[in-house]
């Protein structure tokens, strides 16, 4: 930054390089936004989708190939943006989304369908991880931590528009537009990342871990395909379900065997040597097992116990979302005044008093009742997962940076896949016992309160102390100070 010089005053940023971060801002929330509101925007067009393509038997891998190939490579996508620079691997990635987003609009079976979306999942796995790595390097502590609670915020309403903007596109003009949508807005996101972002490269060529990477995608992809079939069949002793499973332990294993010896792993062990980094990744790990787990099965309790309609079920998250959001943006601000340890412990506490009334909702439930536990639930999401993004991005050097943020993603996401998994193992198990419908979700929510209180056990992992005092690299510690505000 330049100061002091040109007629800015000593402690201002050069007004064209607030430009340039102002612009990278810009196209991080745009291409974020395009992600994940490509999470949930496919759900309201699929049955026009199968009327028009078939498929019926495979459809659901329309979202489980998304969710897997962005689940798996969000570590690997940080690592590359550490290694060859956020504006190359960032774009790459972009580039990628926006390739299965047109290709996925022009298809003509489902089998051609699926395939496109894990190439748009591809290029998703990028999009949130190296985001927030390029907010981390682009602000101090202060402004860093306000707009992390930010994009955190258009996750989250991206998130709740994904559904009513596919049916809307649906309707009135083409199930193929729910894809088509993301290219305009792509192309804007493009041109803003290349013309902001630093195009600096490494100063030596990289050491590419190529066994690591292998072994990585190959155990985590046969976890998540592992966990996926177990959700959908209810069970854990097929025998789909235990290859899988032992499948990717074996992998892993020789995963971490590898990572031990090369020079540059593609995921340095080493982070989980920080006590920061394991908090989050425990902590991220835990709470979205039970959220992300619990969550999707309110609906279903809501419209088979309480008999309520589809429509009004769904208004019922409405509040889930408003509370992450608005804690989001208030967390990111708690953390510089009171620290990240009180502010994750206080919202791991919100997110366990949810599963504690969730746990006691009968069929006599309101839809007013209903609204005021998923609230609850929204703040302490909000509470925690900014904050230990923060914490993290604060605790690392600058050379980690990329990776260690890409696990906190990673963590969270592959413990929302498993928790559905056992919750919904758990459902059918009682049910096959010859319990009811209320008393078997009843399970899953019971399931979902224990996994919270391991969640808020882990969470006093995080050191104590002021946000500051976690900072360890000189040049993200602290915003210069504005003259004049």
Same mark, same amino acid.
């Given at each position: ?374 609230? $609850? !639930?929204?703040?302490? =999401? +909000?509470?925690? #997962?900014?904050?230990? *993004?923060? &914490?993290?991005? @604060?605790?690392? /050097? ?19 896949? $498993? !928790?559905?998994?056992? =919750? +919904?193992?758990? #459902?059918?198990?009682? *049910?096959? &016992?010859?319990? @009811?419908?209320? /008393? ?46």
């Amino acid at each position: 930054m330049m100061e002091g010089k040109g007629g800015t005053l000593p402690g201002c940023p050069h007004p064209m390089e607030e430009r340039r971060k102002r612009l990278a801002l810009a196209g991080v929330m745009l291409s974020i936004f395009l992600a994940a509101m490509e999470s949930t925007v496919v759900a309201t067009a699929m049955p026009r989708v199968v009327a028009s393509l078939g498929g019926l038997s495979i459809y659901s891998w329309v979202f489980s190939g998304f969710l897997l190939t962005s689940t798996v490579t969000m570590p690997l996508w940080g690592r590359l943006s550490d290694l060859y620079g956020r504006r190359p691997i960032y774009l790459t990635g972009l580039g990628f989304f926006l390739a299965g987003s047109a290709l996925a609009g022009a298809s003509m079976n489902m089998t051609e369908l699926i395939v496109f979306r894990m190439l748009q999942g591809l290029g998703a796995g990028a999009l949130m991880p190296i985001g927030m790595t390029v907010v981390g390097e682009l602000f101090g502590l202060e402004r860093r931590a306000k707009m992390q609670g930010y994009i955190s915020g258009v996750w989250g309403v991206a998130s709740l528009l994904g559904p009513l903007i596919g049916g809307l596109l649906t309707d009135h003009a083409s199930w193929r537009w729910v894809f088509y949508i993301n290219l305009p807005f792509g192309v804007i996101a493009i041109a803003l990342l290349a013309r902001s972002l630093d195009g600096a490269r490494a100063v030596r060529r990289p050491i590419i871990d190529y066994a690591g990477l292998g072994l990585f995608t190959a155990g985590v992809s046969a976890l998540l395909v592992g966990v996926l079939e177990a959700g959908r069949v209810g069970a854990w002793s097929g025998a789909d379900v235990l290859g899988m499973l032992t499948f990717a332990i074996v992998a892993l294993a020789a995963f971490f065997a590898v990572e031990r010896r090369v020079v540059e792993p593609i995921v340095p062990l080493r982070l989980f040597g920080n006590r920061v980094v394991l908090a989050a990744a425990t902590t991220g790990f835990l709470s979205g097992m039970a959220m992300f787990g619990a969550i999707s099965f309110v609906p279903l309790f809501l419209q088979a116990v309480s008999g309520m309609s589809a429509t009004s079920a769904g208004t019922v998250l409405i509040p889930f979302v408003f509370g992450w959001i608005a804690m989001s943006v208030t967390s990111a601000r708690l953390v510089l005044r009171i620290g990240y340890r009180s502010v994750v412990v206080t919202g791991m506490v919100f997110l366990t008093v949810a599963f504690v009334l969730l746990s006691r909702w009968s069929a006599t439930l309101t839809a007013g009742t209903a609204m005021r536990d998923a609230l $609850i !639930g929204g703040i302490g =999401m +909000g509470l925690t #997962m900014v904050p230990m *993004l923060i &914490a993290v991005q @604060s605790a690392v /050097e600058r050379a980690d940076l990329g990776a260690a943020t890409s696990m906190v993603q990673f963590f969270r996401t592959v413990g929302g896949a $498993i !928790g559905l998994a056992v =919750m +919904g193992a758990v #459902m059918a198990w009682r *049910l096959a &016992a010859g319990v @009811s419908q209320a /008393e078997a979700l009843h399970g899953v929510f019971v399931t979902g309160l224990l996994i919270c209180l391991a969640a808020l056990a882990s969470s006093f992992l995080v050191p104590p102390g002021r946000a500051q005092d976690l900072a360890r690299k000189p040049d993200l510690r602290t915003e210069p100070t504005r003259v004049g505000g």
